[in-house]
């Protein structure tokens, strides 16, 4: 296993045109952002999967979110959860955090645009899961399970991506600070499809601060992320007063009990 990546050792310019990539690239990856847009003005994609995930069990019946309460939940879960913890990270590893964003924009912009990935393709995800160090990939395992074909796709991707034969190899490279994550993340797949119940390798800012862990407990799964999501208010005057009023993350709304 090799001890640096090119995220710690390239220089800033290096990084960035590793990132976007040849011309040719940038084209997809626009085409894919297109893609990842019109899914916001197509309503059978959310439903579909919303579906699809209540049928496998991540989502109860008689509590799956409206559309408000996604929006309003996939917020909370981006600046409460997401955004602070993977600042935190960052700041430890020594790592510039807006620096970081723009190499992942550069990358693929449409992993961007759905902090709670019910309207990203399969690929726009596992790029995402491939791209980030993730602080719980039980999440995205889980939302994967709304493609027919998500954690097989995945486990080969990241396969392709250890061995260096993956098409976005050399810009993930530009991206991943951790020489390891790779492997560990193909352990946990792996393990994953054998058991669902799988211990996830959960990010060392977070395992080792408890301020995160009721966080963590809440948005680290997708079944308790949905039940989160189905807490908030459900109209859209409740939605902003919720939105302008909440600036921490409200402790009494926090998931409880098992977390698959």
Do not use: C
């Amino acid at each position: 296993m090799v001890e640096k990546t090119a995220r710690t050792t390239e220089s800033p310019l290096r990084l960035l045109a590793q990132a976007a990539g040849s011309p040719g690239e940038m084209i997809l990856k626009l085409r894919r952002l297109v893609r990842a847009l019109s899914g916001y003005v197509n309503r059978t994609t959310i439903d579909r999967r919303l579906a699809l995930l209540v049928e496998r069990g991540y989502i109860d019946r008689d509590r799956v979110p409206t559309r408000v309460q996604l929006a309003v939940g996939g917020l909370d879960m981006l600046r409460f959860w997401i955004s602070p913890a993977a600042a935190q990270y960052y700041a430890d590893k020594g790592i510039h955090f807006g620096f970081h964003q723009v190499l992942r924009i550069l990358d693929d912009p449409a992993s961007m645009i759905d902090p709670i990935g019910l309207l990203s393709d399969r690929d726009v995800i596992i790029g995402h899961v491939m791209q980030v160090v993730h602080a719980n990939p039980s999440y995205d395992l889980q939302l994967l399970e709304a493609h027919d074909d998500g954690l097989d796709e995945l486990e080969s991707q990241v396969e392709a991506m250890i061995a260096g034969t993956h098409p976005r190899a050399r810009s993930i490279g530009a991206i991943i600070e951790d020489p390891d994550y790779h492997a560990r993340l193909l352990e946990y797949v792996r393990a994953y499809k054998r058991e669902r119940n799988a211990h996830a390798p959960v990010r060392e800012n977070v395992a080792n601060d408890p301020k995160w862990a009721p966080i963590e407990r809440t948005f680290g799964t997708l079944r308790n992320a949905m039940i989160y999501f189905s807490r908030m208010p459900s109209t859209m005057r409740e939605a902003g007063l919720h939105l302008a009023t909440v600036k921490a993350f409200p402790i009494h709304l926090a998931v409880d009990g098992p977390t698959t």
